[in-house]
């Protein structure tokens, strides 16, 4: 069980594999790591309700294994950055949901955004779903479950991720939050949803 640590703390004081820093956007926060999993948890609230990605605030930073190296946020910064959670991957909704991002990837990266899709199945099942899906962009692990419930998509059962999807601006910020993911059709919601944040950050 990970235990997340809130608060300046000298490093004597932290749990055994717990690494102290302050998270990505400034302010006291401890990270916690264990099994290749990184997460500054001061800013983000865990659970479902979602209250750690309201507008404006900054994104949890973290580190995931990713189907190639690791996937932090910090890597993302300086562009848009699409985080989709997804439940399963190979289950036929999220086969469809990430082949809709994938058809809009070219138009995404026009925007200056990435994608980073994010599940609780281990780094070679996601490994292989991208191969054989020819996903354009990565897939992390999160089994320790740490991402999602900072990002409130943690799935009933604490099983999986639930199917929200996180718009985060160049500065690391939260700029949009899609709670209601249509599988066949999220790549025109993320489009319009990244067309509207993208306008109301316009100066």
């Not at 985080?83 to 200056?112: G, H, I, N």
């Not at 991208?130 to 009933?156: C, H, I, N, W």
């Not at 604490?158 to 690391?172: H, M, N, Y």
Request: net charge positive; hydrophobic share 40%; charged share 30%.
């Amino acid at each position: 069980m990970m235990r997340l640590v809130f608060g300046a703390r000298r490093a004597r004081d932290l749990p055994a594999g717990a690494v102290a820093g302050g998270d990505e956007g400034g302010g006291h926060a401890t990270n916690v790591e264990t099994d290749g999993h990184r997460l500054a948890a001061g800013g983000c609230d865990s659970g479902r309700g979602g209250g750690g990605t309201r507008r404006g605030r900054l994104g949890a930073a973290f580190e995931l294994p990713a189907s190639v190296g690791k996937a932090t946020l910090r890597q993302f910064r300086g562009g848009w950055l699409v985080l989709v959670f997804f439940p399963k991957a190979f289950a036929p909704r999220d086969t469809e949901e990430l082949e809709s991002l994938r058809d809009v990837f070219p138009d995404l990266k026009r925007m200056k955004a990435d994608v980073l899709a994010v599940s609780m199945d281990p780094p070679s099942v996601n490994a292989r779903f991208r191969r054989e899906l020819k996903l354009p962009f990565e897939l992390a692990s999160d089994t320790q479950k740490t991402v999602s419930a900072a990002y409130g998509a943690m799935g009933l059962g604490r099983l999986f991720s639930a199917r929200k999807t996180v718009l985060i601006d160049p500065q690391g910020r939260i700029a949009a939050r899609l709670d209601k993911v249509r599988e066949k059709r999220h790549g025109a919601q993320v489009l319009k949803a990244l067309r509207e944040a993208q306008s109301a950050a316009a100066p």
